[in-house]
């Protein structure tokens, strides 16, 4: 079994940083890639960035110069720094790991941004 933890979401100001964290756990052979998506009330969940093992990122346009994704392979974890935010950045935020050829998500964290 393989858990994914997110933390870091919470309530901030527009104009404000959050960053966020999510931590694989468990049946760990390789972790491929590593994303954070978002759902916002009424839409469907978007890919806001990814990063490969290697450490190549791509980003979602709407979140680009604003967010940077990370990861710490020896800690199996990955990262979002978020700047910059705004309302439209309100969503519950997800991780996703690929590990061979399954995906696992987390639970989601909440990210709330205030006008």
């Known amino acids: 079994q393989v858990q994914l933890v997110e933390s870091g979401g919470g309530l901030v100001q527009a104009g404000g940083s959050l960053r966020l964290s999510c931590a694989a756990s468990g049946s760990i052979f390789s972790i491929r890639t590593m994303g954070w998506y978002r759902q916002a009330p009424g839409k469907q969940r978007e890919l806001v960035a990814a990063?490969?093992?290697?450490?190549?990122?791509n980003y979602a346009d709407s979140v680009k110069g604003r967010f940077t994704i990370s990861r710490d392979n020896d800690k199996n974890t990955v990262y979002l720094q978020m700047n910059s935010l705004n309302a439209e950045d309100t969503a519950v935020y997800y991780c996703k790991a690929l590990i061979l050829t399954r995906e696992y998500w987390g639970q989601g964290t909440q990210v709330t941004v205030s006008s």
């Open positions: 990063i490969t093992s290697g450490g190549s990122a």
